[in-house]
Structures are given as structure tokens and as C-alpha cells.
Nanobody, 127 residues
Framework: QVQLVESGGGLVQPGGSLRLSCAGSGFNLDYYAIGWFRQAPGKEREGVSCLSGRDGSTYTENDMKGRFTISRDNIKNTVYLQMNSLKPEDPAVYYC????????????????????WGQGTQVTVSS
């Protein structure tokens, strides 16, 4: 019954910006911690950022701090990932997911802690 749908991906030039959306249905996203992940061709899926369902606290991996920002619109039941200053190493399929081990964000975004996943949205960085 829980469903997540990512959108907002596309083609952007290096240094450009995109805002990804993760729309939830069948549940209230505020009840869960929501994580963003990405997977580039030939690489393992890696955690990007987490937004807590309790107090709105966030965690972002060091490689993305200062460039990526996670946020939520409770009225739209949507979590966003604002990506600025995109680099050639950022292209990937980006996924959102609910954290299965609680509504808080620990000091990391680990794939094995998440249980409900969207289908992903592709981000391409090219000049």
C-alpha cells in the first residue's frame, strides 16, 4: 500500500541545478524518515541524505554537503532533494525510500535500513 514516486530528473549542464521530488501515497511521509539514494552505472547504490519524520532533522553525506538539501512539504506529502552545483560524477538514478528502523536519521544513510522504494528518476550531467 505504501508507494513512492520520484520525479524531476533530467539533463543538466555541469554547475546547474535540479530539484527532485518524492511523492508518497498510502501513508503520511511525516511518519517516516525518508532517504535519498543514488546509483551510477557500474557502481553500488549509495546513500545521499535523510530527513527525519520526528523533528525534521536531516543528515547529508559529506560528499554532498553544501550542494544537496533535503526538505519536505507536508501538505503535498512530498520530500524534495535540491541539487546545486552538479558535477560530472553526480549522474545516476536517484531513489527515495522509507526507513524501516525508525523515524529518525542516524549518522549515515545505509541502504539496508530502508524498506519501501520508488522506481527512481535519472539525472544526467552533460555539457
Amino acid at each position: 500500500q505504501v508507494q513512492l514516486v520520484e520525479s524531476g530528473g533530467g539533463l543538466v549542464q555541469p554547475g546547474g541545478s535540479l530539484r527532485l521530488s518524492c511523492a508518497g501515497s498510502g501513508f503520511n511521509l511525516d511518519y517516516y524518515a525518508i532517504g535519498w539514494f543514488r546509483q551510477a552505472p557500474g557502481k553500488e547504490r549509495e546513500g545521499v541524505s535523510c530527513l527525519s519524520g520526528r523533528d525534521g532533522s536531516t543528515y547529508t553525506e559529506n560528499d554532498m554537503k553544501g550542494r544537496f538539501t533535503i526538505s519536505r512539504d507536508n501538505i503535498k506529502n512530498t520530500v524534495y532533494l535540491q541539487m546545486n552545483s552538479l558535477k560530472p560524477e553526480d549522474p545516476a538514478v536517484y531513489y527515495c525510500a522509507t526507513r524501516g528502523r525508525g523515524s529518525s536519521c542516524p549518522r549515515g544513510v545505509w541502504i539496508y535500513e530502508y524498506e519501501n522504494w520508488g522506481q527512481g528518476t535519472q539525472v544526467t550531467v552533460s555539457s
